[in-house]
C-alpha cells in the first residue's frame, strides 16, 4: 500500500523539485444495474468505489505539462506544450488528461500555465470499471484546483464525456464520469441519461459485501462491439419511429414495446431493443427495492439483468457467464452479474460477509478450470466522487 506521503515524494523524486503537490482524487464506478441504457437514454444506477486514481500536480511557470504515471513507468515522462493539445497515438494513457486540458481551454478557463503532474491508480487495468473517466476527471478535479477555476462538477462531467466521444473516438454514455463526479459515500445514483435528473439511493451492506470480480480478459470499447451494439439500438428506433412519436429507446414501457416491436424490422435488432427496455425497468425497480431496505430483491433483479445480457444483447461471453453462474450456486450470494459494457472485464456479487471468503474460492476454482487462468477478486466500499483529498491517508 502507498501512502499519500510516499505519493508526494515519488512526485518530487519524478519532477525533480522540492515543492509539494496538491492532491486529488476520482474513483472508479461500477453500475449496480442498468447496463447499455445509458446511450439509449434509459435509467442506470451507478456507484462510486473506494478503487481508483490518485492525480498530484504543481502549477509550472511555461506552458509546459508533463505527465507520468506510476502505472506505466517504463513510459516516463511525457510532455507536450499547452499550445500543442492533439491527440497523438504515440502519448498512449496521456491522452486522456490531455483531453481534459484541451477541452478545458477551448470551454474558455483560464489554463495559462502548464503544470507537473503525477497519476497513481489502483483500478484494475482493463477491467470495465472505468479507468479512463477516472483519469478524466482526477485531471478535471486537480484543473480546476490548480488554477482556481469556477467549475461546478455537471460541466465537467460533460466535459469527460466529451474528450471520450471527441478525442478518444469511444462512442460512449455519459454514466461513468457522472457516477464518479457525483458519486456519494454508501449511496447508489439512479441517473436518466437523457436528462440527467439523478436520484441518490442508499445503498448500506451491512451483514453483506460488494465482491468485484475481474475476469482478468482485457478488452477496449473502441476495440470491441460496443459500437456494433450502440447502431443496432439505432436502427430499432428509427423502425419504431416510422410508426410510434418516440424520442429513445428509454422513453418505452414494457408494455408499449411489447404492442410495437413487430415494426423493428430485424430479428436481432428486436433482441437488442427488448433488453433496452426491460432493463430500463428493472432499473427504476432497483432503487424501490433500496429504498425499501430490500437486499434480495435487488439481488434477483442483477440476476435477472445477467440473463438479459447473456442472452438478449450477448454481450457477456464465456468468462463473464461462468464467474456470474457459478456465484449463483453459492451459499451466501444475493445476486450476482456482469457489469460494464461486456466482452470481459468485471462481475459483481452481492455476497453475505460469512461466505464471502467460500464464495470466492469456489468461483475460483470453476474459472481456472473453465477458462484456464485467474480471475482477480476484490471487496469495494461505496465511496465518494472526485475531490481534492487530505494528506496521510493510506491508499
Same mark, same amino acid.
Given at each position: 500500500?502507498?501512502?499519500?506521503?510516499?505519493?508526494?515524494?515519488?512526485?518530487?523524486?519524478?519532477?525533480?523539485?522540492?515543492?509539494?503537490?496538491?492532491?486529488?482524487?476520482?474513483?472508479?464506478?461500477?453500475?449496480?444495474?442498468?447496463?447499455?441504457?445509458? *446511450?439509449?437514454?434509459?435509467?442506470?444506477?451507478?456507484?462510486?468505489?473506494?478503487?481508483?486514481?490518485?492525480?498530484?500536480?504543481?502549477?509550472?511557470?511555461?506552458?509546459?505539462?508533463?505527465?507520468?504515471?506510476?502505472?506505466?513507468?517504463? #513510459?516516463?515522462?511525457?510532455?507536450?506544450?499547452?499550445?500543442?493539445?492533439?491527440?497523438?497515438?504515440? &502519448?498512449?494513457?496521456?491522452?486522456?488528461p490531455k483531453g481534459m486540458? &484541451?477541452?478545458?481551454?477551448?470551454?474558455? &478557463?483560464?489554463?495559462?500555465?502548464?503544470?507537473?503532474?503525477?497519476?497513481?491508480?489502483?483500478?484494475?487495468?482493463?477491467? %470495465?470499471?472505468?479507468?479512463?473517466?477516472?483519469?478524466?476527471?482526477a485531471t478535471g478535479v486537480?484543473?480546476?484546483?490548480?488554477?482556481?477555476?469556477?467549475?461546478?462538477?455537471?460541466? #465537467?462531467?460533460?466535459?469527460g464525456q466529451k474528450v471520450?466521444?471527441?478525442?478518444?473516438?469511444?462512442?460512449?454514455?455519459? #454514466?461513468?464520469?457522472?457516477?464518479?463526479?457525483? %458519486?456519494?459515500?454508501?449511496?447508489?445514483?439512479?441517473?436518466?441519461?437523457?436528462?440527467?435528473?439523478?436520484? *441518490?439511493?442508499?445503498?448500506?451492506?451491512?451483514?453483506?459485501?460488494?465482491?468485484?470480480?475481474? !475476469?482478468?480478459?482485457?478488452?477496449?470499447?473502441?476495440?470491441?462491439?460496443?459500437?456494433?451494439?450502440?447502431?443496432?439500438?439505432?436502427?430499432?428506433?428509427?423502425?419504431?419511429?416510422? +410508426?410510434?412519436?418516440?424520442?429513445?429507446?428509454?422513453?418505452?414501457?414494457?408494455?408499449?414495446?411489447?404492442?410495437?416491436?413487430?415494426?423493428?424490422?430485424?430479428?436481432?435488432?428486436?433482441?437488442?431493443?427488448?433488453?433496452?427496455?426491460?432493463?430500463?425497468?428493472?432499473?427504476?425497480?432497483?432503487?424501490?427495492?433500496?429504498?425499501?431496505?430490500?437486499?434480495?430483491?435487488?439481488?434477483?433483479?442483477?440476476?435477472?439483468?445477467?440473463?438479459?445480457?447473456?442472452?438478449?444483447?450477448?454481450?457477456?461471453?464465456?468468462?463473464?457467464? !461462468?464467474?456470474?453462474?457459478?456465484?449463483?450456486?453459492?451459499?451466501?450470494?444475493?445476486?450476482?452479474? #456482469?457489469?460494464?459494457?461486456?466482452?470481459? %472485464?468485471?462481475?459483481?456479487?452481492?455476497?453475505?460477509? +460469512?461466505?464471502?471468503?467460500?464464495?470466492?474460492?469456489?468461483?475460483?476454482?470453476?474459472?481456472?478450470?473453465?477458462?484456464?487462468?485467474?480471475?482477480?477478486?476484490?471487496?469495494?466500499?461505496?465511496?465518494?466522487?472526485?475531490?481534492?483529498?487530505?494528506?496521510?491517508?493510506?491508499?
Amino acid at each position: 500500500m502507498n501512502s499519500l506521503a510516499a505519493l508526494s515524494n515519488e512526485f518530487r523524486s519524478i519532477f525533480n523539485t522540492a515543492k509539494t503537490p496538491r492532491i486529488f482524487f476520482a474513483p472508479g464506478r461500477i453500475n449496480l444495474i442498468g447496463e447499455h441504457t445509458d *446511450y439509449n437514454g434509459g435509467h442506470v444506477f451507478p456507484a462510486s468505489i473506494s478503487y481508483g486514481t490518485y492525480a498530484l500536480g504543481v502549477k509550472r511557470d511555461d506552458q509546459i505539462i508533463r505527465f507520468y504515471s506510476m502505472n506505466f513507468p517504463e #513510459m516516463g515522462v511525457i510532455e507536450c506544450s499547452l499550445s500543442d493539445l492533439a491527440f497523438a497515438q504515440s &502519448h498512449s494513457w496521456v491522452n486522456y488528461p490531455k483531453g481534459m486540458f &484541451h477541452f478545458m481551454k477551448e470551454a474558455g &478557463h483560464q489554463i495559462v500555465h502548464g503544470a507537473d503532474i503525477l497519476f497513481y491508480g489502483n483500478i484494475p487495468h482493463g477491467a %470495465g470499471l472505468s479507468s479512463s473517466a477516472s483519469i478524466e476527471l482526477a485531471t478535471g478535479v486537480l484543473l480546476k484546483g490548480l488554477f482556481d477555476l469556477e467549475m461546478e462538477s455537471i460541466p #465537467m462531467i460533460k466535459l469527460g464525456q466529451k474528450v471520450e466521444n471527441e478525442y478518444i473516438g469511444v462512442n460512449s454514455g455519459i #454514466m461513468d464520469q457522472f457516477a464518479i463526479g457525483m %458519486g456519494k459515500e454508501d449511496h447508489a445514483i439512479l441517473l436518466h441519461c437523457k436528462t440527467l435528473e439523478y436520484k *441518490y439511493a442508499p445503498f448500506v451492506l451491512k451483514d453483506h459485501v460488494m465482491i468485484i470480480i475481474n !475476469t482478468n480478459k482485457q478488452r477496449t470499447l473502441a476495440g470491441s462491439k460496443y459500437n456494433e451494439r450502440r447502431a443496432q439500438c439505432e436502427e430499432a428506433l428509427s423502425d419504431l419511429q416510422r +410508426e410510434i412519436s418516440l424520442r429513445c429507446l428509454g422513453d418505452l414501457t414494457i408494455e408499449a414495446f411489447e404492442a410495437n416491436k413487430h415494426l423493428i424490422q430485424y430479428e436481432l435488432n428486436q433482441k437488442r431493443a427488448k433488453h433496452v427496455v426491460y432493463e430500463n425497468a428493472r432499473t427504476l425497480e432497483a432503487r424501490e427495492k433500496l429504498q425499501q431496505g430490500d437486499l434480495a430483491g435487488f439481488g434477483k433483479l442483477m440476476n435477472e439483468s445477467h440473463l438479459s445480457l447473456r442472452d438478449d444483447y450477448e454481450v457477456t461471453g464465456l468468462e463473464l457467464d !461462468t464467474i456470474v453462474q457459478t456465484a449463483w450456486e453459492q451459499d451466501g450470494v444475493l445476486g450476482a452479474r #456482469m457489469t460494464g459494457a461486456g466482452f470481459g %472485464g468485471c462481475a459483481i456479487a452481492i455476497v453475505e460477509k +460469512e461466505s464471502a471468503d467460500d464464495v470466492k474460492k469456489n468461483v475460483s476454482a470453476v474459472y481456472r478450470k473453465t477458462v484456464g487462468y485467474e480471475a482477480t477478486f476484490y471487496t469495494a466500499a461505496i465511496g465518494d466522487g472526485a475531490k481534492e483529498i487530505e494528506r496521510g491517508v493510506v491508499i
